[in-house]
């Protein structure tokens, strides 16, 4: 029908905007917070932006419902200030054809949901994890950043390099704070080097002309050592990789794990939650989102803005709550998802003739 593919459009057109947008504004939010992980020493700087292209569809999870909600909200919203529906109405089309029209991108978006949580979602988060150990356990040049100093894990090590090329680094200083077995506190000044890799997978860091100072203060006991070349192996870290966590696993293995753990419970039904979102709040928006002349379209939207806060605000409370165990997630979380849906059904039965006739039967009953 003409009708229904206009409207179809015109809100798939909000929801492309909609989504843009908000992708934009998690995007710079998780930006910030890896490049501080990286000023941190956290996450390798060559590994940046895979690890931002895979957090979109971690960011997907949450803008998904909240793309189509506000796109219903804002074309619904348009049209009714614009008399367009209201002309519907005067040529017989009753308020079903806006439910038919929302219909069609629920289950498209609902479909992209249960993708992207039970499958895309999860082998991004393992595939992104994976990434930023491997870069841990492979040291390189590229990890570093020239001009700032670099600590060890155990905080016996310090690292300072003042200029980085693609081979070589130059002007090192590198000292060891602290005693390690017999060997006294050191540091090590050079003007150039480099890193070499063996087939053990160990790397060779080798200097080139400097000093190393060796000894303890206050016992004026040291040993100066002039060299032209000094090496040192640099074995890697061995770091136990763990990709059964709740995040990393698929829908289907977290339907069969889920009652081993309340953190796998807890994640199995907020990933549901977060598709059924998508269907009862797409369908509360719709008799929500028409505009009263009278009252203005601030105040028009202000109670579908409140309903989809405080459903994520408890939905949030009951997935935090069902990670430590405290609540049973498959009982509070599908309490509030039924009374959503409890509230979408009142909300769109509310202006038909059966459900004036039951209003009717009860305000005579009383």
């Known amino acids: 029908m003409i009708i229904i593919r206009y409207l179809v459009l015109a809100t798939l057109k909000n929801q492309i905007a909609i989504l843009f947008v908000l992708l934009s504004v998690f995007f710079c939010q998780k930006l910030v917070k890896i490049l501080g992980a990286t000023v941190e020493g956290d996450i390798p700087i060559n590994i940046v932006l895979t690890i931002l ?57 609902a479909l992209l949901a249960t993708l992207n949580n039970g499958w895309i979602g999860p082998w991004s988060a393992q595939y992104q994890n994976k990434i930023i150990q491997h870069a841990k356990e492979r040291f390189s040049i590229t990890s570093l ?40 506190p050191y540091i090590v000044i050079a003007d150039k080097g480099y890193i070499g890799q063996r087939h053990d997978g160990a790397q060779i860091v080798t200097l080139d002309t400097g000093f190393r100072f060796e000894g303890t203060p206050f ?3 040291f040993r100066i050592t002039n060299f032209k070349t000094y090496q040192a192996i640099i074995h890697p870290p061995e770091i136990t990789q763990s990709f059964n966590n709740a995040e990393q696993m698929s829908l289907p293995a977290l339907w069969v794990i889920n009652t081993y753990a309340p953190n796998y419970r807890s994640e199995l039904h907020w990933r549901l939650t977060l598709v059924f ?3 009862v709040m797409g369908l509360i928006v719709i008799p929500l989102s028409t505009i009263n002349p009278r009252h203005g379209r601030i105040f028009s939207i202000l109670p579908a803005m409140l309903l989809y806060l405080i459903f994520f605000l408890l939905q949030s409370l009951m997935q935090s709550g069902g990670r430590k165990g405290q609540i049973n ?8 998802n039924i009374v959503y849906l409890g509230i979408a059904i009142i909300l769109n039965l509310w202006d038909t003739t059966l459900f004036r006739k039951f209003r009717e039967w009860c305000v005579r009953r009383s």
């Open 219 to 221: 016992l004026h006991d």
């Open 53 to 109: 292209g895979l957090s979109i569809p971690l960011m997907a999870q949450l803008i998904l419902p909240l793309s189509l909600f506000l796109a219903i909200l804002i074309t619904f919203g348009r049209l009714y200030t614009n008399s367009e529906i209201i002309a519907m109405h005067a040529c017989g089309l009753g308020k079903s054809i806006l439910i038919k029209s929302s219909m069609i991108l629920i289950l498209v978006t």
């Open 145 to 184: 950043m020239a001009g700032k100093f670099h600590k060890s894990p155990d905080g016996r090590i310090v690292l300072f390099i003042e200029k980085i090329n693609p081979q070589t680094f130059t002007n090192i200083f590198l000292a060891q704070s602290k005693n390690k077995g017999n060997m006294q």
């Open 277 to 279: 979102a998508v269907l």
């Open 329 to 336: 997630p498959a009982i509070s979380m599908w309490i509030i």
